[in-house]
């Protein structure tokens, strides 16, 4: 059973930065394909970023160029560090972790339980 568990978020000023963490277990985790949704109260979970197995980068067009997504295989960690943070970046963030490379929620059977991005103006 693949266990993940979010942290780092918390309240930043527009155009500010934080970095999320998501730790995983219970998995073979350089195998993986890791990515990071993000989901408002009554809306969809929209896809953010992910890191396959082999390394294989891809991110929304809402946040390329501001967020970058990484990984430690060593530590079995993922990182989502996010720069010029806006407003509508506010909302709670899910990490995910899947054994096939895909950017749809539905294909991914693992989730976190999610932390909280807020962001001022």
């Known amino acids: 059973q693949v266990q993940l568990v979010e942290s780092g978020g918390g309240l930043v000023q527009a155009g500010g930065s934080l970095r999320l963490s998501c730790a995983a277990s219970g998995c073979t985790f350089n195998t993986y394909t890791m990515g990071w949704f993000r989901q408002a109260p009554g809306k969809e979970r929209d896809f953010v970023a992910v890191s396959g197995s082999g390394m294989h980068i891809r991110y929304s067009d809402s946040v390329k160029g501001r967020f970058t997504i990484t990984r430690d295989n060593a530590k079995n960690t993922m990182y989502l560090q996010m720069n010029s943070l806006r407003p509508e970046d506010a909302t709670n963030y899910y990490c995910?972790?899947?054994?096939?490379?895909?950017?749809?929620?539905?294909?991914?059977?693992?989730w976190g339980e999610g932390t909280q991005v807020t962001v001022s103006s």
């Open positions: 995910t972790a899947a054994k096939a490379y895909t950017i749809v929620a539905t294909g991914y059977g693992n």
